[in-house]
């Protein structure tokens, strides 16, 4: 059975740094095409960052692009999420999803319906 298990969440005061994990197990995960989404407080999920399976292409949101880090080692099974000069508007729970159709290595998407699996998120709270 697949499965997405999130960590590394928590408090952090702003201008701090979370480094946000995800373990993989159950599925080839290695051919799939990874992203971080997030959902704040009473808003939707929003696309946060992706990456390819291979690891050589990456997509990142505009709203964390230069602050945010997306990568993956293959051999670990793991996903990463390297998180900088944190502000109040990335309070959110941080989901790590999963697009296993089959796609090229190369691969990235940021389209939240190309992503069929996720895991159970981890909060990020950011104080001022």
């Known amino acids: 059975q697949d499965q997405l298990v999130e960590s590394g969440g928590g408090l952090v005061q702003a201008g701090g740094s979370l480094r946000l994990s995800c373990a993989t197990s159950g599925g080839t995960f290695s051919n799939y095409v990874l992203g971080w989404f997030r959902q704040p407080p009473g808003n939707d999920r929003e696309f946060i960052a992706a990456?390819?399976?291979?690891?050589?292409?990456?997509a990142v949101a505009d709203s964390v692009k230069g602050r945010f880090t997306i990568s993956r080692d293959n051999a670990k099974n793991t996903l990463y999420l390297q998180m900088n000069s944190l502000n109040s508007e990335d309070t959110a729970v941080y989901y790590c999803e999963a697009d296993r159709a089959v796609r090229s290595a190369n691969y990235v998407t940021s389209r939240p319906r190309d992503y069929d699996y996720w895991g159970q998120g981890t909060q990020v709270t950011v104080s001022s």
């Open positions: 990456i390819s399976a291979s690891g050589t292409d990456t």
